[in-house]
């Protein structure tokens, strides 16, 4: 129920949908194209049985839903709103300001829905006391393609609320990495404004 309120919310902030696509079994015919007839008469085949059979023509795509890097870029620098921000005290005492791992992977899937993540190493240090994770963020444009990466320590002597301690540190590279393309860099320098 908190999950499917928190998507409301978070859709109806953004006030976004993904717009529809136009896909087609058919071969795909340039309007330069000289041409009419299709270059290979299987695939023609193939999709007259496939329709026969009771697939839609409309059942394969011909376009990407990706934009040009400058205009995802753009989009994931926009502020977030206060809402879908989270809250949490350090052990020292002082408040700190985020924005949890799965409104970030939400944001992405909304903005940037070709992005891929992975976790580039685990390491534990010499003592065991703590794990890094270091993660990778490649968003796919029309364009180009760019990735950051950052790291994420946790503590494996803490008690952890949720999660393991490798898991924490993903979450908290996964974060950075985000940051670095701007999303929630905001919250790295309200102290300034």
Not at 100 to 108: D, E, G, K, S, T
């Amino acid at each position: 129920m908190a999950a499917k309120s928190c998507l409301s919310k978070f859709t109806g902030i953004y006030g976004f949908q993904l717009s529809r696509r136009r896909f087609s079994a058919k071969p795909f015919y340039s309007s330069s194209s000289s041409s009419s007839t299709p270059l290979n008469t299987s695939s023609n085949t193939k999709s007259q049985q496939e329709t026969n059979l009771g697939i839609e023509e409309d059942a394969v795509p011909t376009s990407g839903i990706s934009r040009p890097l400058s205009q995802i870029l753009k989009d994931l620098n926009k502020k977030v709103p206060e809402s879908l921000i989270s809250h949490r005290t350090e052990p020292g005492g002082f408040s700190v300001k985020y924005i949890p791992w799965h409104i970030l992977n939400r944001i992405m899937n909304l903005h940037a829905p070709e992005w891929s993540g992975e976790v580039r190493s685990i390491t534990y240090s010499a003592d065991g006391k703590s794990v890094s994770v270091v993660y990778r963020v490649t968003l796919y444009g029309t364009d180009a393609e760019i990735f950051r990466e950052s790291t994420g320590t946790a503590s494996t002597s803490e008690p952890s609320g949720y999660g393991d301690p490798v898991q924490k540190a993903e979450a908290m590279a996964f974060r950075r990495a985000c940051a670095r393309f701007g999303l929630g860099l905001h919250l790295y320098h309200e102290e300034l404004e």
